[in-house]
């Protein structure tokens, strides 16, 4: 069993590079989501806004 | 992209990764020269093949964008160049932990190691110049063309046990054309080794590329909002 720390330190780098890569793209993509979520609901509200505007304008023209 | 085929595939990826950590620990015989620390080559040599798969990606990603001049392409080179970039320093570091009790050294300027660190030094430029200058296509363009000549190195690293003399064990190009493997319990190994870390690098390149199309879709979204608001503002 000459070695076997060397053995050890290389899958132990291997696996916790890999696990705190995983950790780090799930948390950014949590974040991503929810700024997504937030921008579009913005976005769905100006319309409405711009909408609503847009009828109100062309009633008041007739 | 659907998020239930990302979920297999990180499914199909850990039962691999289970069965080649059984082979790697109980099944496979122990090298006879270089004994138990020879078992961090299952690991060592599939890092290195996905390392090149995913740069060959990035690449072929950069001709594409070049080509046709679509977002998604650009999004795909950056996904494969970072996750292959992540490989590679696997590659790296496990090379040195391997070199220390064989070599007595954890680095040597071998041909192999060189060109290895070389490639990473590339790419380490790709991931930097990304990270630091703004998402406009110009750089994008700049990126595909630093991602499509940095590519060039994978087949010099390749070839470097054939070109110049070197330490770096031939596993799978030897001189003689032989595979260096003797024993079909390693092949065997090394086989499902390669395959548990392809589905691995798949599974985080899929998961990287929706982060990258997400944030696209993002940019795109808030340009839409502040030209709504614009249109508001006129009425």
């Known amino acids: 069993m000459e070695n076997l720390s060397y053995l050890f330190a290389a899958y132990t780098v291997i696996f916790a590079v890999i696990f705190f890569y995983v950790l780090f793209l799930w948390r950014r993509q949590a974040r991503l989501d929810e700024e997504l979520r937030s921008l579009e609901s913005g976005l769905r509200m100006v319309r409405e806004e711009l909408a609503e505007r847009g009828a109100t304008r062309s009633q008041a023209s007739r | ?235």
């Not at chain 2, 964008?65 to 679509?70: A, E, H, K, S, V």
């Open chain 2, 1 to 235: 992209m659907n998020r239930n085929a990302i979920d297999s595939l990180g499914l199909v990826t850990l039962v691999l990764m289970v069965a080649a950590l059984f082979m790697v620990f109980v099944y496979v015989p122990t090298e006879a020269v270089q004994g138990i620390v020879q078992r961090i080559f299952y690991f060592h040599v599939p890092c290195a093949w996905v390392a090149f798969a995913a740069f060959a990606l990035v690449a072929i990603s950069g001709i594409f964008y070049l080509w046709l001049g679509q977002q998604v392409w650009d999004d795909l080179g950056y996904a494969a160049a970072e996750t292959g970039m992540i490989f590679c320093t696997l590659v790296l570091v496990t090379g040195s932990i391997w070199a220390r009790p064989i070599w007595g050294a954890w680095w040597t300027w071998d041909s192999r190691l060189t060109t290895t660190l070389i490639l990473w030094l590339l790419y380490g430029g790709y991931l930097m110049l990304r990270a630091m200058a703004d998402d406009t296509p110009q750089i994008a363009r700049f990126a595909a063309v630093v991602g499509i000549v940095a590519a060039a190195d994978v087949p010099i690293i390749i070839i470097s046990v054939r070109l110049w003399r070197t330490i770096h064990p031939a596993v799978l190009v030897t001189r003689q054309g032989s595979h260096g493997l003797e024993d079909p319990r390693m092949v065997a190994t090394l086989l499902v080794s390669m395959a548990a870390f392809t589905a691995l690098f798949v599974w985080l390149l899929m998961l990287r590329f929706v982060t990258l199309r997400t944030r696209t879709r993002l940019n795109f979204l808030a340009g839409e909002l502040g030209r709504t608001r614009a249109a508001v503002g006129d009425l």
